[in-house]
């Protein structure tokens, strides 16, 4: 009914630049919250960066001033710019949105998540 589809990732060297789009497509109504998460082998998935529907935004310390997230709702589409890499942030991205889709005559509300992709920022 409903995918994210994430693209954007790859290899860049430290200090550098990557920007991530994240397209929600299917029977979609509205979608609320949309992020970014990641996780790196061996550790649990942490929040990188939020945006509401009214585009307010929440990014995790490690990312402030580093990481812009937007959107474009006509699109369905959120985007994580990311500059100034470093090694750390190496490791796989996951698309995050809290949305409502149709399924016939129903609405419903959930919670869903993309297939990820890797960052990688060599030293």
């Known amino acids: 009914q409903v995918q994210l589809v994430e693209s954007g990732g790859g290899l860049v060297q430290a200090g550098g630049s990557l920007t991530l789009s994240c397209a929600a497509s299917?029977?979609?109504?509205?979608?609320?919250?949309m992020g970014w998460y990641r996780q790196a082998p061996g550790k649990q998935r942490e929040l990188v960066a939020a945006?509401?529907?009214?585009?307010?935004?929440n990014y995790a310390d490690s990312v402030k001033g580093r990481f812009t997230i937007s959107r474009d709702n006509a699109k369905n589409t959120v985007y994580l710019q990311m500059t100034s890499l470093k090694p750390e942030d190496t490791t796989v991205y996951y698309c995050?949105?809290?949305?409502?889709?149709?399924?016939?005559?129903?609405?419903?509300?959930?919670?869903?998540w993309g297939q990820g992709t890797q960052v990688t920022v060599s030293s």
């Open positions: 945006i509401t529907s009214g585009s307010s935004t």
């Open positions: 995050n949105a809290d949305l409502k889709y149709y399924s016939g005559s129903y609405l419903y509300t959930q919670n869903y």
């Open positions: 299917g029977n979609i109504f509205s979608i609320n919250a």
